[in-house]
């Protein structure tokens, strides 16, 4: 509803979204802009996490190996529609990726000999798979940004959340890859965890804001339809804070991050430095190399397959293993472009007319009307910036569209390997 909503008054636009399936040929990859991130997408995990929307297996050593040999194909494919270009960011996500370090080790080799890259390399890592080892390993790799994904300190509640480590080994994993000193340690949090209190909140943040670490990420945790989380809390019974009480939630954060001289670098991210960030989702462009990897340049925004297998056999066969794409219009693409500046709370008039010669605020005059009138933002020298309250308007935004836009697109995309259409 919300989203519809949006389409309608943004984009004057009925009809949904559409993603068609790919045909060879009907994407023109010399739309990649002249510089570009890549993202690496690792499918596998030890563990199932029952809240856990991301695409992954469990981890198969064989199709591990099948799965290096498919991600380095994929590259292959891509060299030349890539060859001009500057890469300048590489972030690899899971699933656990370190999984797969050894495999990586050829991939990132692959990159660094035949792509113009020169930039961070990110890495996710689960906080049972930190030893010194890898941290030496990531090291050798160039990988300068790590993003671990703590979640909480409460040890009855990582038990809850199917995470296979407690407090301690957490304390362990944050001390020795700070040990290592990477350029950003970014450390992932999540919040609303069933029965979690206001004060429980305020504990993980003094916990993690302690080990004076980089960035914090911290997610509202999100029920997505899709995944086992909804019925685990009903069958237990466990409370949740209510959507109003999760401002008050925002606030906390705000508040403790002050208090330990973190700036708030987007809606769900806080930085003790300006320039020294872990953020994959938030480049302008990028294409994704894996199974369910997603890719945005020009006006394109696609997904590859999410079926490993499939995956594989596609690029046995020197295939693009690209599942659906999403053709934006101009329009859509102007907007799109906004929406993950809302992420980040800061919309650039500057930067809006350096990609699309327009005027911002003419092209979407009554968004950017509505925008300032119910104080969901204010303007300073051409540059819009959400209020606490559009922070928190925003934080309900990006939760529905998860639910409703993200869930329907990767639901449908695990549960069919190849798709002809969906529109949401
Ligand atoms: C792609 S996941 C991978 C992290 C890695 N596999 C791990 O579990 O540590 C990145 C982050 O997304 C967040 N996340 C995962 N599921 C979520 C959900 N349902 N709601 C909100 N955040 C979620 C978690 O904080 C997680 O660390």
Redesign the pocket.
């Known amino acids: 509803m919300v989203t519809s909503f949006l389409r309608k008054m943004i984009l004057g636009k009925k009809e949904k979204f559409l993603f068609k399936g790919y045909q060879e040929g009907n994407i023109n990859f010399k739309d990649i802009d002249d510089e570009t991130g890549l993202y690496i997408h690792i499918p596998f ?1 030890r563990s199932l ?1 029952p ?4 695409n ?1 297996i469990l981890y198969d050593r064989d199709k591990a190996e099948a799965y290096k040999v498919a991600l380095i194909k994929e590259l292959t494919l891509q060299r030349e529609n890539l060859k001009d270009k500057k890469i300048n960011s590489i972030y690899i ?4 990726p370190t999984l797969l370090i050894t495999e990586l080790k050829e991939v990132i080799k692959y990159i660094k000999v035949y792509f113009n890259f020169k930039g961070d390399i990110g890495i ?4 049972k798979e930190v030893n010194e080892d890898l941290l030496i390993h990531l090291k050798n790799l160039g990988i300068n940004l790590i ?5 909480t300190f409460d040890n009855d509640i990582l038990k809850f959340l199917g ?1 296979n480590y407690n407090n301690h080994d957490i304390d362990k994993a944050i001390t020795l890859v700070k040990s290592f000193n990477f350029q950003c340690l970014d450390i ?3 919040t609303n965890l069933p029965g979690q209190t206001l004060e429980d909140i305020r504990y993980d943040l003094e916990k993690v804001y302690s080990y004076n670490i980089d960035q914090l ?1 911290i ?6 339809p899709m ?1 086992k ?1 909804q019925k685990v809390i009903k069958e237990k019974n466990l409370s949740r804070l209510n959507e109003w009480q999760e401002r008050k939630v925002l606030q906390v954060i705000d508040e403790v991050s002050k208090e330990y001289g973190y700036d708030r670098s987007s809606i769900w991210t806080y930085g003790k430095t300006h320039n020294n960030r872990y953020t994959s989702v938030t480049r302008e462009s990028f294409v994704g190399f894996g199974a369910g990897a997603s890719s945005h340049f020009g006006n394109y925004f696609y997904l590859n397959t999410f079926s490993v297998d499939d995956y594989i056999n596609a690029l046995e066969e020197d295939r693009l293993p690209i599942n659906i794409v999403n053709f934006m219009t101009d329009r859509e693409k102007m907007i799109f472009w906004i929406f993950w500046r809302c992420y980040d709370g800061i919309i650039d008039g500057k930067r809006f007319k350096e990609l699309f010669q327009k005027d911002m605020q003419k092209e979407f005059k009554l968004l950017f009307f509505l925008l300032k009138f119910l104080r969901l933002a204010v303007e300073e020298e051409g540059k819009i910036t959400l209020t606490d309250f559009g922070r928190y308007v925003y934080h309900f935004v990006e939760k529905q569209y ?1 639910i409703h836009y993200l869930n329907k697109l990767w639901q449908d995309s695990m549960e069919k390997a190849w798709i002809e259409e969906i529109k949401i």
């Open positions: 995990c996490c809240y856990c929307p991301y992954k996500g899971g699933g656990t996710e890592i689960h906080p993003s671990l994904g703590v979640q995470r992932d949090i999540m990420s997610y509202p945790l999100i029920i997505f995944t989380m998860s």
